[in-house]
């Protein structure tokens, strides 16, 4: 089955710094990639996503790059804020089966005030 | 907005206890799923279901059941909990459309002693 992997694990940057979440997956039949966000106390809640047939996505400060060949997709959050401390998980939908998600592991990322 | 609920945030349970964990959501979508999450492991999909009666398992079902007699409620059963189960759980819904968004509820976290 698919799989995939997030890095990095834990992420620090200065408020107004940019940051970066990358994973890889392993089926080259996946055609989908959303991005999670999860708040303490709360559960994930979809920021962005992305689909094979496209390369990058912006919206305002957050944007997605896939690169197909490589099979690896990353986050971008520019300008960070406080309120972007949270965990995010990367995910792609498996062939063959459209409804189920793989996530990945998850990132804690904390913007330094 | 779509909204989905567990019926606990916080339970705690005995070891062979048969617990139940129950998601309702209230936008009449055909898609239910039910994760367990752990630090490090992301979110791991125990079951989902794609209409009423029907189940499917997910990546780690073993000691775990379902039920969704109702469009709008999914059940997560543990038949005789473990400590090993001690974990958050959240449920998740989504349209039947393919590789749309999920919605996530609050989580439950589980305690198992």
């Known amino acids: 089955g698919e799989n995939v992997e997030q890095h990095p694990s834990t992420l620090s940057v200065q408020e107004g710094d940019s940051a970066v979440i990358k994973c890889t997956y392993s089926d080259s039949a996946s055609n989908y990639f959303p991005w999670y966000k999860q708040e303490l106390g709360k559960g994930p809640q979809l920021i962005i996503d992305i689909r094979s047939n496209v390369g990058e996505k912006k919206d305002q400060r957050i944007a997605v790059t896939l690169n197909k060949t490589a099979k690896h997709f990353s986050l971008h959050i520019t300008e960070t804020q406080p309120e972007d401390s949270a965990v995010y998980f990367c995910a792609a939908s498996m062939s063959g089966s459209a409804r189920q998600l793989t996530f990945g592991s998850g990132t804690q990322l904390t913007v330094l005030p | 907005d779509v909204k989905v609920t567990q019926s606990s945030r916080y339970l705690v349970k005995r070891t062979g206890e048969k617990v139940f964990l129950e998601c309702v959501q209230d936008?009449?979508?055909?898609?239910m799923f039910w994760y367990r999450q752990d630090p490090g492991l992301g979110l791991r999909l125990i079951y989902f279901s794609y209409d009423v009666k029907m189940k499917e398992k997910g990546d780690i079902p073993e000691g775990y059941s379902v039920s969704r007699e109702k469009k709008e409620r999914f059940s997560l059963i543990l038949e005789s909990a473990s400590t090993n189960q001690t974990s958050m759980y959240l449920c998740a819904s989504s349209p039947v459309r393919v590789n749309y968004e999920q919605y996530f509820g609050p989580g439950t976290r589980l305690t198992v002693t």
């Open positions: 936008m009449d979508h055909e898609n």
